[in-house]
């Protein structure tokens, strides 16, 4: 009896390898690239004479200072370098940035003779309301530490705003004791400083930027004192200067008439007379209290405070183009009746040379204009930016 047999079972032959390759998977740029015509040859070697460059971002405040600047640098308790003194940056013209001038603007020359008040040198930078991080000048930008056991550097402090400067100074002052009062808790200081910062003010951005006989003419645009501060720092232009000051006395005329469009109803005579008259009275205000105190500072101080450099910061630019040592006046009053109102004052004009003579004396300035002087020496000139057109 025969046994059926199953089939024998052939092993499978190896396919031979093919000798195309595999087709290549789509990828998301292969794709993307598709969608795209190709750039025709000519326009192709154009774009290759001329190839795409990506510049470095800009440095921030305090990034570029020079590392090996030690030289007037010191060592702190915790084996840190400070590289520099830190840097002020206010309103200014460079040149008078480098002579240890003090600011044309009032708000940055009240915190400039704070400062001082609290022998804290500073460099001086002319800058604008563009560069400041708040949108609004001056502003602080501490110096930066480098530890002495490595040469890491590290990224720039935060820029310190105006109305953090108080706590910078009672940190960096050499004593608690010796930082000057900003009189916080005083309970007349406000309303004195209320007086500034509506009457005086007022009267000022008047004179500077909307008197009538300070406005540039087609025959001398130079005879505005904003222009002249301001808006020729900004440009050499004589249309861009004058798109720019209009700029400047719109905003100015916001602020004096309380409206945000130029009301011109509001700019009668009576209107303009009265603000003169809110300045006068706002500064016999300010001198009947200096002459109660038996000290030469404010609300009986022995030494000046915060206030103090408010009130200076005024009667400083008021009376600066009547110093005989002034080589460079920067203020050409058209109208005289605000800095009159201020020479009316003895106690007021004394009260600005006592402050002169200690914190900004001419040629010199104690250990803050030496060290800014020696700084300054190492720091190349700078150039100003251009200013705010909304903040004046």
């Known amino acids: 009896m025969s046994t059926a047999t199953a089939p024998p079972q052939t092993q499978p032959q190896p396919q031979a390898a093919s000798s ?8 998301a740029s292969s794709s993307s690239s598709s969608l795209f015509p190709p750039i025709p040859a000519p326009l192709q070697r154009l774009f290759d ?8 971002a800009n440095a921030l405040p305090g990034d570029n200072d020079d590392a090996d600047d030690t030289e007037a640098a010191g060592v702190d308790g915790v ?89 910078f100074v009672t940190k960096n002052v050499t004593s608690p ?35 009538e006989g300070s406005n540039p ?59 003169y008259r809110d300045a006068e009275a706002a500064l016999s205000a300010l001198a009947t209290v200096l002459d109660e105190d038996e000290n030469d500072y404010f609300f009986g101080s022995a030494e000046p405070t915060l206030f103090d450099a408010a009130v200076f910061s005024y009667t400083h630019l008021l009376l600066e183009d009547g110093d005989g040592d002034c080589d460079v006046s920067r203020f050409t009053w058209h109208n005289r009746v605000l800095p009159d109102l201020v020479r009316a004052h003895p106690q007021l004009v004394q009260h600005r040379e006592r402050i002169v003579a200690k914190y900004w004396p001419r040629g010199g300035g104690g250990a803050v204009a030496a060290a800014q002087e020696k ?12 200013v705010s057109w909304v903040k004046v």
């Open 177 to 211: 004791s010796t930082a000057p009062s900003t009189l916080r808790d005083h309970p007349r200081a406000a309303a004195y400083q209320a007086l500034l910062d509506t009457s005086l003010r007022r009267a000022w951005l008047h004179a500077v930027y909307l008197d």
């Open 20 to 27: 195309q390759p595999p087709p290549p998977k789509k990828t």
């Open 217 to 275: 003419s087609p025959r001398n645009n130079n005879g505005s004192i904003a222009a002249r501060l301001y808006a020729h720092a900004a440009s050499t232009s004589s249309l861009v200067r004058a798109a720019l000051t209009s700029q400047l006395r719109a905003a100015a005329a916001a602020e004096v008439w309380g409206s945000q469009q130029q009301d011109v109803s509001k700019a009668t005579p009576a209107a303009t007379a009265q603000i």
């Open 49 to 56: 004479l001329v190839p795409l460059v990506t510049y470095p």
């Open 79 to 167: 084996g840190q370098v400070t590289n520099g003194i830190p840097t002020l940056y206010v309103f200014i013209d460079p040149a008078d940035a480098a002579r240890g001038r003090a600011s044309f603007n009032p708000t940055c020359l009240k915190w400039q003779t704070f400062l001082r008040f609290a022998d804290i040198p500073v460099h001086v930078v002319a800058s604008s309301n563009h560069a400041s991080p708040t949108g609004a000048l001056p502003f602080l930008q501490p110096a930066r530490k480098q530890s002495t056991t490595t040469t890491a550097r590290q990224s720039p402090p935060r820029a310190i705003p105006a109305s953090d400067f108080p706590n």
């Open 375 to 386: 700084a300054d020496e190492k720091r190349p000139a700078g150039v100003a930016d251009s």
